[in-house]
């Protein structure tokens, strides 16, 4: 499978070449307070992010009643509170996510959001998103993973709790219908030690699929996505919230609005840092090059006539002049032309 190399999100290009595409996900972090989302909003817009996502779903589409919560949900929500009611509290309507996605035109940022249903994504498709972003849990989902892919806008998949093989299978069911792929390492538990985290997983993505890579980020505080960078993935994606010390079910493995800056600076640093896949010399290396590289210059008187060898000429710092030891075999073939003293610099 060849997919693109080259993909646009709004006014954004992610490639090989680009700099790392940043989505920082508020999630369901506004538990359904919209104000809270144009909050959220802000302090995205206000780090520096390329991106703000969100999550939308139908409760009784998503989940049967009986469904108990996850793990992590259960320390950080209401016990007594069932995973559909905890859903049903935050749902985001169709009006109020055309809300948020002209709030986010008005600060200059992306909006994307997840949908988790049919239902949400046939919405979500009257509003004309630049992308979806398909979770974890959609992975094997098949049938729904055809109806993204055939709604022709870049997908940006996570990968968690899934096996190579079913990567494998999601690729293949959206690669007939759309060729513009982001596949994202994922862990998914909220938050992760830092032994989940399983970067060479990228290296494992690398070899089996010709693909944009990215990694979704559960890790503690701005955790593995600066360490992914350098393995080549082109998305990072980070949950934030106002204040870590609200109940819900993300905002304790949630950056703090602090936290979401630091993140956003490290990740534009470490993409400074990269800085192009062509070697050549530095602008800033041009002086600093001709002041400490080495030319031939004579290692003893040299007379007209003379073969040059490594016991008449020897390389050394000349200011730039004369001619590097990169061609001393085309120097040893030849005779000098003129008499050399010591260190004399050869002009040949």
Do not use: W
């Not at 559909?84 to 940022?109: G, P, W």
């Not at 990072?236 to 993300?250: A, L, M, R, W, Y």
């Not at 040299?302 to 061609?327: H, L, M, Q, V």
């Amino acid at each position: 499978m060849n997919f693109n190399k080259t993909i646009k999100i709004q006014n954004k290009i992610i490639s090989k070449d680009s700099p790392t595409f940043i989505i920082a996900e508020a999630g369901v972090n506004h538990g359904g307070d919209m104000k809270l989302a144009m909050h959220l909003i802000d302090l995205a817009s206000g780090s520096g992010a390329d991106a703000v996502k969100f999550q939308t779903f139908k409760a009784d589409q998503l989940i049967l009643s009986n469904v108990k919560k996850a793990p992590y949900q259960l320390k950080t929500t209401d016990t007594s509170q069932s995973q559909m009611d905890m859903l049903k509290a935050l749902e985001v309507t169709r009006d109020q996510n055309l809300e948020l996605k002209e709030y986010c035109i008005s600060k200059n940022i992306i909006f994307l959001t997840t949908p988790f249903d049919e239902v949400s994504l046939d919405e979500l498709d009257e509003l004309d998103l630049p992308a979806y972003k398909i979770a974890s849990t959609d992975l094997t989902n098949l049938p729904f993973l055809k109806k993204v892919a055939e709604k022709n806008k870049p997908i940006l998949l996570s990968t968690g709790m899934s096996y190579l093989s079913e990567v494998s299978k999601a690729l293949d069911s959206i690669y007939q219908y759309n060729k513009d792929v982001i596949l994202l390492q994922c862990t998914a538990n909220y938050p992760i030690k830092d032994n989940e985290a399983n970067l060479n997983v990228i290296n494992t993505f690398k070899k089996n699929y010709d693909i944009i890579i990215g990694y979704s980020d559960h890790t503690v505080g701005v955790g593995a996505s600066p360490f992914a960078i350098p393995m080549g993935v082109k998305v990072v994606e980070k949950h934030f919230t106002n204040d870590k010390s609200q109940i819900g079910p993300d905002h304790k493995a949630s950056l703090s609005p602090k936290e979401l800056i630091s993140f956003v600076e490290t990740i534009k640093k470490v993409d400074s840092f990269m800085g192009t896949h062509l070697k050549f010399p530095n602008f800033s290396e041009t002086k600093t090059r001709i002041s400490l590289q080495k030319c031939m210059v004579a290692n003893c008187d040299i007379k007209i006539g003379d073969k040059f060898s490594s016991k008449n000429i020897i390389a050394k710092r000349t200011g730039g002049e004369g001619i590097s030891p990169i061609y001393i075999s085309e120097l040893y073939s030849k005779k000098a032309s003129q008499n050399y003293t010591k260190n004399e610099i050869i002009r040949e």
